[in-house]
């Protein structure tokens, strides 16, 4: 497998249409948003989502999900104890040994990083991973319609008698532009062994992110990616700073547009520089 030699940045931009695409369990579920209004997505949620299209790339995973357990194992130090060379290295007390082992074993480590600390263990491990993922945001301010939900079945039967109706509530937004930006760090992929091809398979689960991902708070089709840009910089630690080639790109609103309701409503403008290459690629 081919060392990745040149940096990469990398951005998305996804569109939601009445879900909820994350949402605040200490907010009653309500979708997240800052201070300003503006929809945001967790780069916890997006990292769940691109190690589950990992895992349906056939690629083996540390932190898995646990209705998607592949192996069996109900926790992380379960899986982490049933890889013997990782027993070996811990019992040698040989961290290097450890990280090379896992990262070798696991995509998603050897991607974004792990932390190896279970109570009982005399080793603890870190790992830095190359792929880093900032919080997603809405292009503009979102609004959040909230609806009030029934449930009219019995939970437990009582007496034969009907239980009294639930009453909940359910939030999502009605309409979001959301940006994902992201970048691939060339130093760090050299100590996981993060490669070309793991590279191209960050690329495939970002343009497939919400394949085998509907929910009730997010239908299928509630969520799509519209566009993938993809820069490759011509050395490994880059010809200009990630933040620089982020704001090549420019998304506002059309000028006869006040109230967005698609991607349509939306200029995408990219100011590339020359001696940069860029790939722009469509969503599935």
Request: proline content about 2%; glycine content about 6%; aromatic content about 6%.
């Amino acid at each position: 497998m081919s060392t990745l030699n040149n940096k990469i940045d990398f951005t998305v931009i996804i569109s939601v249409h009445k879900a909820n695409p994350n949402g605040d369990p200490l907010n009653g579920n309500r979708p997240r948003e800052d201070y300003a209004g503006h929809g945001e997505i967790s780069d916890v949620c997006i990292k769940r989502k691109i190690r589950n299209r990992l895992q349906d790339m056939g690629e083996r995973i540390f932190v898995q999900s646990q209705d998607r357990s592949d192996d069996g194992a109900k926790s992380l130090k379960e899986r982490a104890d049933r890889n013997m060379e990782l027993k070996e290295a811990t019992s040698k007390k040989n961290k290097e040994l450890f990280a090379e082992v896992a990262c070798k074993t696991w995509t998603d480590v050897r991607t974004f990083g792990q932390v190896f600390a279970f109570k009982g263990d005399s080793l603890s491990v870190g790992i830095r991973g190359p792929v880093s993922i900032q919080v997603a945001e809405s292009v503009n301010p979102i609004s959040i319609n909230q609806i009030q939900i029934t449930k009219s079945v019995n939970g437990e039967a009582k007496d034969g008698e009907k239980a009294s109706d639930t009453m909940g509530t359910k939030s999502r937004v009605e309409f979001g532009l959301y940006v994902i930006r992201g970048s691939i760090n060339c130093q760090l992929a050299e100590k996981t062994g993060f490669c070309e091809k793991d590279a191209d398979n960050i690329k495939e689960a970002l343009r497939t992110l919400f394949e085998n991902d509907a929910s009730s708070a997010r239908p299928d089709g509630s969520m799509e990616v519209k566009k993938i840009y993809w820069w490759r910089h011509n050395c490994k630690s880059g010809q200009y700073s990630s933040a620089k080639v982020q704001n090549t790109l420019s998304i506002k609103l059309k000028d006869n547009i006040e109230n967005p309701t698609s991607f349509e409503d939306y200029d995408v403008v990219v100011n590339n520089y020359n001696d940069l290459s860029l790939e722009i690629i469509d969503g599935m």
